[in-house]
Nanobody, 126 residues
């Protein structure tokens, strides 16, 4: 049984930082693409950062230079380092994983991911 469990969300002021973690069980990050998605109230879920099996990935333009996705492959933990947070970064953040090719760009759409965590809330106040 696959489980993804996020943690690290919270309330911060604009300009602050947070580190989100996602611990996976029942699958291996060696053989999956992974990503962080977020959803704000009234908006569609969007990709924030995704990572391929080769470690390469993509970052949404809105968070480039502020957010970094990384992983501890041995421990099956995915991270999202978030700096210089803005109020528009607020939302529920989800960790996701799916089987994918050994190389090539990871999927960017939420429907392309098979496994999801329950989400962790991030609130940034101005």
């Amino acid at each position: 049984q696959v489980q993804l469990v996020e943690s690290g969300g919270g309330s911060v002021q604009a300009g602050g930082s947070l580190i989100l973690s996602c611990v996976a069980s029942g699958l291996s990050f060696v053989s999956t693409c992974t990503g962080w998605f977020r959803q704000a109230p009234g908006k569609e879920r969007e990709a924030v950062a995704v990572r391929g099996r080769d470690g390469l990935g993509d970052i949404a333009e809105s968070v480039q230079g502020r957010f970094t996705i990384s992983a501890d492959i041995a421990a099956n933990v995915l991270y999202l380092l978030m700096d210089s947070l803005k109020p528009e970064d607020s939302g529920m953040y989800y960790c996701a994983a799916t089987s994918c090719a050994e190389s090539g760009p990871p999927p960017l759409r939420d429907y392309q991911y098979d496994y999801w965590g329950q989400g962790t809330q991030v609130t940034v106040s101005s």
